[in-house]
């Protein structure tokens, strides 16, 4: 077997054996030693298409020197795997067949300006909320602190009251026992829990209509009556004589209807301090004694303002 270098390529490659270089694909056709006269083994010569096969003058033949094989690629150089070209190892591509002979640094690739970053509204809502807690501590503290400074409002004093003396005041009844001394209208404005007025009931149909008149010694801007009512000398006597229960009180600048609790405790009358220089009761209503029909009041005081 005869071994040759390719024309394309420079391969070795064995043109009696192969039609095709195996790197590069030249016909090897070309380059067979053409055979004997009359060998049985001898190629066929290759012809255009159409081309006859006339005898001609014989060719000269081609003589193919054996090709060394190609040598060792240096420390600095680099073979080509297609076709064994050596190739300084600087190069990319192969010199010859431009097979790639390593990876080429891609070069640095142009991006463009960056997308502007989208903006962001966090800031803002986190200002806002910061300004409204301010907000609310500031309108806090100013509540707090003019409550602090500014002075409650002080209530008016009510206007002084002062007890009339019972020397200027004088009192008649409607209806009395006639007893006075000990059961008289005069006892009313005594100081004294244990006497009281009687009406004489035994000796009047009722008692609703009979009215204890007071009358004072000079102008009286009065704003509170204090009645006892009953015969508060002890729980028997309250309970033998008949109370009053709802009475009129009337002055000089008009009167009203009062109810009033069935107790011996002091129980007050509140007027808006008109100048009178009288009062009268008128009894109302009354509740049934249980021994005696004699109504009973024992005691009544009068404060004026001043």
Not at 217 to 231: C, D, Q, S
């Amino acid at each position: 077997m005869t071994t040759v270098s390719c024309p394309d390529c420079g391969a070795a490659v064995d043109p009696n054996r192969d039609q095709l270089c195996g790197q590069c694909g030249y016909p090897l056709m070309f380059l067979r030693e053409r055979p004997a006269a009359g060998d049985p083994q001898q190629f066929g010569v290759a012809r255009a298409p159409g081309e006859r096969d006339v005898p001609g003058p014989a060719a000269h033949p081609i003589l193919l020197e054996p090709v060394a094989p190609a040598p060792r690629p240096g420390v600095a150089e680099i073979g080509c795997p297609s076709c064994h070209e050596i190739n300084p190892a600087t190069r990319i591509r192969c010199q010859r067949c431009g097979q790639e002979l390593r990876p080429a640094h891609p070069g640095p690739v142009d991006l463009g300006p960056l997308p502007k970053p989208a903006r962001s509204w966090t800031w803002l809502v986190v200002l806002i909320a910061v300004l409204a807690v301010v907000a609310i501590v500031a309108v806090v503290a100013f509540v707090v602190l003019r409550d602090r400074e500014e002075p409650a409002a002080q209530p008016k004093p009510e206007p002084a009251l002062i007890r009339v003396d019972s020397s200027a005041v004088t009192v008649t009844a409607s209806a009395a026992d006639p007893d006075t001394a000990l059961w008289g209208p005069q006892l009313i404005n005594d100081g004294d829990l244990k006497t009281a007025w009687h009406s004489g009931g035994h000796l009047i149909p009722t008692n609703v209509g009979v009215e204890v008149r007071f009358a004072f010694n000079r102008p009286v801007k009065l704003a509170r009556i204090t009645m006892v009512n009953g015969f508060a000398k002890s729980p028997v006597d309250y309970t033998n004589n008949q109370r009053i229960t709802k009475m009129r009180i009337r002055t000089e600048k008009g009167e009203r209807e009062v109810p009033v609790v069935d107790s011996a405790d002091p129980q007050t009358f509140d007027l808006d301090g008109a100048t009178t220089k009288t009062v009268t009761f008128v009894v109302l209503a009354t509740v049934p004694g249980t021994r005696f029909k004699d109504v009973c009041i024992s005691e009544v005081m009068f404060d004026e303002r001043v």
